[in-house]
């Protein structure tokens, strides 16, 4: 069920089983994401980020924007 203001869908109503379902989803990737970036330090892979570049690498993260090439 959705829930509208000025005819445009704000929320939505789902039943607590499917959010519970939706966010073990999000915790497992998560997980994931997480467990990747500890494989990859491991193994040296890693890109160092000058201060001033950080607020753009961490835009390119946000994005999904995965090789930034800042500090490489």
């Known amino acids: 069920m959705a829930i509208e ?6 929320a ?3 039943s607590k089983e ?3 379902d939706i ?3 999000r915790l497992e990737r998560l ?4 467990q990747r970036g500890i494989d990859s ?3 040296g892979d890693v ?5 001033r570049d ?3 690498f961490i835009e390119r993260i946000m994005t999904g924007g995965a090789e930034t090439g800042v500090g490489r």
């Open 41 to 43: 330090s491991a193994v």
């Open 54 to 56: 950080l607020e753009q």
């Open 23 to 25: 966010e073990a989803m």
């Open 31 to 34: 997980r994931s994401e997480v």
């Open 5 to 10: 203001k000025h005819g445009r869908a704000v």
């Open 12 to 14: 939505v109503v789902i």
């Open 47 to 51: 890109v160092d980020v000058d201060e």
């Open 18 to 20: 499917e959010f519970d």
